[in-house]
């Protein structure tokens, strides 16, 4: 390989979140010297806390996960099935469904909470000893060359690597620092998520109710439970945040018209700002992205984890042919096949589901007439629809 003598690592990756993580562990079979480094301490790394995410992964990511060492980490009863998802427009009698069909498998999906995921990838990967983990280490600098690229610590140590892959999440300083331009979309929303539970079964269904000025999905997680996933004009998500459970549970109530009977908010709610990014490349000499680094996805898309997933997927398949060839990881030439790919797959599913979020979420009368007409039609969705529906049952990469 080149520059195996004076650089210090093969692979350096920053960012030891799901994506970081899962890269690694798919990578480091191969005999490579990776480096990861991580901005968090180790016992948040290898233990982190619940942060209320709920993530819906696809058929493709769960095979990816058992053939990667991360499934075996996740207990039987955290892992749900998702047998199908429905859109409701509040007064619209047709709710849009999102079910298996013709795909031959029995549900859609399956739900995890993220502190589960992200433990599972630092334990599939934790196992190598060739990738050492740097915790507790932010990177501050990059210097992508023509022979390595060198990253530099806070405390002013560097390191260098013929590539570095960022998985520094969808704010990305690395990303800026290397001069890639990205595409944001603020929502201008809040996203507010809580665990609850109800006194009517939800059948493994989960929905996205479009209610005046929010919406409320509602996540199943095993017998009568669920994760609800408010977003919603920041303001008003202040106001949301201020409320006891027992207020909470009411308002959700209200909002989902006694259809999941008598609620109970268990959990404690956890927010975050609504802001999709998709970087305009993937990839450039010595410098390749991964994660929400690459595609930041509006949450409702289900989505974020599982392109982290297939991203590095390919991305190690790339790399693991270059290495066979004797080829340098590094070269723009090696890592154009990911970009491309990365991108195939990433951006029919990013822009459609930006487009129905905007519709869904914009409450003036024009959007409100036409958003009805769509639903109660369907044919204007139905694209989205199969596209939504195939991501999430192929076990997988569509050819
Ligand atoms: C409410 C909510 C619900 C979601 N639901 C779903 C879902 O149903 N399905 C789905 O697929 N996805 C979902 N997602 C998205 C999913 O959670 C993310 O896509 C995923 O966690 C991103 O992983 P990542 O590794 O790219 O980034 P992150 O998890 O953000 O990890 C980045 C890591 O990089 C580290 N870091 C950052 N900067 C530096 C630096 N300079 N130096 C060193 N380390 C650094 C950070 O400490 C962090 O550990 C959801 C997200 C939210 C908010």
């Not at 480091?28 to 709920?54: F, H, T, Y």
């Not at 690597?161 to 929303?189: C, E, H, I, W, Y």
């Not at 308002?251 to 927010?271: F, L």
């Amino acid at each position: 390989m080149a520059n195996k003598k004076k650089n210090d690592f093969d692979i350096l990756v920053v960012g030891g979140g799901p994506a970081g993580l899962s890269f690694a562990a798919m990578m480091a079979p191969v005999g490579c010297r990776i480096g990861i480094i991580e901005k968090q301490p180790l016992d948040k790394i290898a233990n982190p806390a619940d942060d209320g995410r709920e993530v819906a992964i696809t058929h493709r990511s769960r095979a990816l996960m058992q053939q990667h060492g991360m499934l075996k980490h996740i207990p039987e009863n955290e892992m749900h099935i998702l047998r199908a998802a429905q859109v409701i427009n509040h007064g619209t009698p047709e709710p849009l469904e999102f079910s298996p069909g013709g795909s031959g498998k029995g549900n859609i999906g399956f739900v995890v909470a993220n502190h589960y995921i992200r433990r599972a990838a630092y334990n599939a990967a934790a196992v190598f000893d060739n990738l050492t983990l740097m915790t507790g280490e932010t990177v501050t600098g990059l210097d992508l060359e023509a022979t390595a690229a060198t990253v530099t610590l806070e405390g002013g140590k560097t390191l260098s690597a013929p590539l570095v892959v960022a998985a520094d999440n969808r704010f990305s300083t690395l990303r800026d620092k290397a001069g890639v331009k990205t595409r944001k979309l603020d929502f201008k929303r809040l996203c507010i998520v809580v665990k609850i539970a109800h006194s009517k079964p939800h059948d493994d269904i989960a929905s996205e109710c479009f209610l005046e000025g929010l919406t409320l999905a509602l996540i199943p997680l095993g017998d009568r439970a669920a994760s609800a996933v408010l977003t919603l004009p920041p303001e008003d998500g202040k106001k949301i945040l201020a409320l006891s459970r027992e207020e909470l549970a009411e308002k959700i109530y209200e909002w989902t018209d006694g259809r999941i009977g008598q609620v109970r908010v268990t959990g404690d709610m956890h927010s975050y700002p609504l802001v999709a990014v998709y970087a305009e490349d993937f990839a450039q000499e010595r410098f390749a992205l991964l994660g929400d680094a690459a595609v930041g996805m509006h949450p409702v898309s289900a989505h974020g984890f599982n392109f982290g997933l297939y991203g590095a997927e390919v991305l190690s398949q790339t790399l693991r042919r270059a290495m066979l060839s004797g080829l340098d990881i590094g070269k723009m030439s090696v890592l154009e096949e990911f970009a491309i790919t990365h991108r195939r797959q990433t951006r029919p599913m990013y822009e459609g589901i930006n487009s129905i979020v905007q519709l869904y979420t914009d409450d003036r009368a024009g959007a409100k007439i036409l958003r009805k007409g769509i639903l109660a039609a369907g044919r204007a969705l139905k694209p989205v629809q199969r596209l939504i529906v195939g991501n999430l049952t192929r076990d997988k990469a569509a050819e």
